[in-house]
Nanobody
Framework: QVQLMESGGGLVQAGGSLRLSCAASGSILTINAMGWYRQAPGKQRELVAT???????RYGDSVKGRFTISRDNAKNTVYLQMNSLKPEDTAVYRC????????????????WGEGALVTISS
């Protein structure tokens, strides 16, 4: 079993920055990729970013060039640095983890955090 504990989130002005963290505990050796997905009201869940244990990354088109995902394997923690935030980034951001190195769909992830609300004001 793997538990994911998210931190961060909040309200930020457009153009600002925010940093999310997610720490994994439990059966850590079963985990390869970790990442973030988001869902806004009335919208489908979408990829934000994922990163494998070896450092391979994948980003959603809407966040490329603005968001950066990183991880500290020693701390079993993944980070999401969000810059140049836009009102369209407002959503619930959920941390996720899975066995595959590069998840192609959200259901490739096995474990999920409860979610952190990110609100960007214009």
């Amino acid at each position: 079993q793997v538990q994911l504990m998210e931190s961060g989130g909040g309200l930020v002005q457009a153009g600002g920055s925010l940093r999310l963290s997610c720490a994994a505990s439990g059966s850590i050796l079963t985990i390869n990729a970790m990442g973030w997905y988001r869902q806004a009201p009335g919208k489908q869940r979408e990829l934000v970013a994922t990163i494998s244990r070896s450092g391979s990354t994948r980003y959603g088109d809407s966040v490329k060039g603005r968001f950066t995902i990183s991880r500290d394997n020693a701390k079993n923690t993944v980070y999401l640095q969000m810059n140049s935030l836009k009102p369209e980034d407002t959503a619930v951001y959920r941390c996720a983890a899975g066995r595959v190195a590069i998840p192609l769909q959200y259901y490739d992830m096995t474990y999920w955090g409860e979610g952190a609300l990110v609100t960007i004001s214009s």
